[in-house]
């Protein structure tokens, strides 16, 4: 069983930056691919970024690339997702998420955190 736990949401005004957290309760951290998602009001959950077991490949959403940067700390079991020169469309609860069978640009992952929320003001 992995246990994911968020951090580092909250309100920031457009072109801030915020750095979500997520720290993983699991034996081996670096069996898992990671990923963030987030889901605005009303709409369905979306890909946002990934990073596979040793942080060497990462994946981004069209949206948010070249603002966002996902990254691994293997020994902290914890993941990052910087997010800079935010913008008021990036609002939404953002989940990370963990996959033993390697990274996808899908939901299809196996554990999944509560969620934090960002929200940015224009």
């Known amino acids: 069983q992995v246990q994911l736990v968020e951090s580092g949401g909250g309100l920031v005004q457009a072109g801030g930056s915020l750095r979500l957290s997520c720290a993983a309760s699991?034996?081996?951290?670096?069996?898992?691919?990671m990923g963030w998602f987030r889901q605005a009001p009303e709409k369905e959950r979306e890909f946002v970024a990934a990073?596979?077991?040793?942080?060497?490949?990462?994946y981004y959403a069209e949206s948010v690339k070249g603002r966002f940067t996902i990254s691994r700390d293997n020994a902290k079991n914890t993941v990052y997702l910087q997010m800079n020169s935010l913008k008021p469309e990036d609002t939404a609860v953002y989940y990370c998420?963990?996959?033993?069978?390697?990274?996808?640009?899908?939901?299809?992952?196996?554990?999944w955190g509560q969620g934090t929320q960002v929200t940015v003001s224009s």
């Open positions: 699991v034996r081996t951290f670096s069996n898992y691919a």
């Open positions: 998420a963990a996959r033993i069978l390697g990274v996808v640009l899908t939901t299809q992952y196996q554990y």
């Open positions: 990073i596979n077991w040793s942080g060497g490949s990462t």
